[in-house]
């Protein structure tokens, strides 16, 4: 995947009829790469080309598509600029890989269905990580839908420890009602009190405080 990406040359791509596709996952597993290796300069090849891989195959399901998945074993930073209609779309599910949050709101409006969100060790692929994680965040918050949100293992690579996990700056946050976590009694600095911020925001009934700034700036 590190030459050009050439899908749409293949004999019979065009006529491949993908109109009533429900799910598409995407988990090409790559032999060649080195798992213990951060991602960096010699990937992006492969991002872009895992990125223009998705579209293409959004493109052609974007009328029936349901839900799209994207699996750890390959190293992607999207969405991509061109935005695509996916009117039926009701979950995205991305494991690993990083968001493009400046094209994700424009990308999750053209969503009217979508109903859940699941993100598991998904980085950002912004230089100012609090910029970055309050975009991705504004997708969500902004959709018209009431959101079933499933954070998985986010690495947040902030001062903010855990009090009831050994992971220390990794983000777990699940729920498909945010006032839930309201109810909670929380301490000052504590997981629970960003998770509480957290929910704030996401439902709309808080601003993006000083707890989540602390919480999304990377301990450096």
């Known amino acids: 995947m590190e030459k050009g990406l050439e899908w749409d040359r293949l004999p019979g ?7 009533v596709l429900g799910w598409f996952i995407f988990n090409p597993y790559l032999q060649t790469l080195d798992q213990s290796s951060e991602t960096g300069d010699e990937y992006a090849p492969m991002s872009r080309n895992a990125c223009a891989a998705i579209d293409m195959v959004l493109k052609k399901g974007r009328k029936s598509l349901r839900v799209f998945a994207y699996g750890p074993n390959c190293p992607m930073l999207w ?36 109903k859940k969100v699941t993100l598991i060790s998904v980085g950002q692929g912004e230089e100012d990580s609090v910029t970055g994680w309050q975009r991705v965040l504004d997708a969500i918050r902004h959709h018209k839908n009431d959101m079933q949100i499933h954070f998985t293992r986010l690495e947040l690579e902030s001062k903010l420890s855990d009090s009831y996990s050994s992971h220390e700056g990794v983000l777990d946050f699940h729920t498909s009602n945010p006032s839930e976590y309201l109810k909670k009694k929380v301490e000052p600095g504590s997981w629970p009190e960003f998770e509480r ?23 450096e």
Not at 13 to 19: A, I, P, Q, T, V
């Open 197 to 219: 911020s957290l929910a704030l925001y996401l439902s709309g009934k808080g601003d993006f405080d000083q707890v989540l700034i602390d919480g999304f700036t990377r301990d």
């Open 79 to 114: 969405p991509g600029p061109e935005v695509i209609s996916l009117p039926k779309l009701r979950h995205i599910d991305i494991c690993s890989g990083s968001l493009q949050p400046t094209h994700l709101k424009d990308w999750c409006a053209r969503m009217p269905a979508l």
């Open 13 to 19: 791509w065009n006529r491949l009829d993908f109109g």
